[in-house]
């Protein structure tokens, strides 16, 4: 069992930046690929990034790709979003999830690969 504990969230201006934070506990972190997925009101949820289990491997979403960066420290359990150049489109609550299997094909972006899932931080970006 993984749990996820998402924080980090909050408003910002457009233009601004934020970096969210994933802290995990239990199984030993380095053999989950995360991700961070989003889910704004009204929309399906949808894929934002993933990293491989050492960080070697990362995989962004058109939409965020050159302004987001994900990271992970596998010493302290942690995976980060680096969020800058917010747009109000980016408003949602943000979610961290961690995938047992390898890093493969698009599989990192599917989320019904994940198998542990934190709470979600909302991040609210103003214009």
């Known amino acids: 069992q993984v749990k996820l504990v998402e924080s980090g969230g909050g408003l910002a201006q457009a233009g601004g930046s934020l970096r969210l934070s994933c802290a995990a506990s239990?199984?030993?972190?380095?053999?989950?690929?995360m991700g961070w997925f989003r889910q704004a009101p009204g929309k399906e949820r949808e894929f934002v990034s993933a990293i491989s289990r050492y960080g070697s491997n990362t995989v962004y979403a058109d939409s965020v790709k050159g302004r987001f960066t994900i990271s992970r420290l596998n010493a302290k359990n942690t995976v980060y979003l680096q969020m800058n150049s917010l747009n109000p489109e980016d408003t949602a609550v943000y979610y961290c999830a961690a995938d047992g299997g390898a890093w493969r094909g698009d599989a990192p972006s599917a989320g019904t690969n994940y198998d542990y899932w934190g709470q979600g931080t909302q991040v609210t970006v103003s214009s």
């Open positions: 239990g199984r030993t972190f380095s053999s989950y690929v």
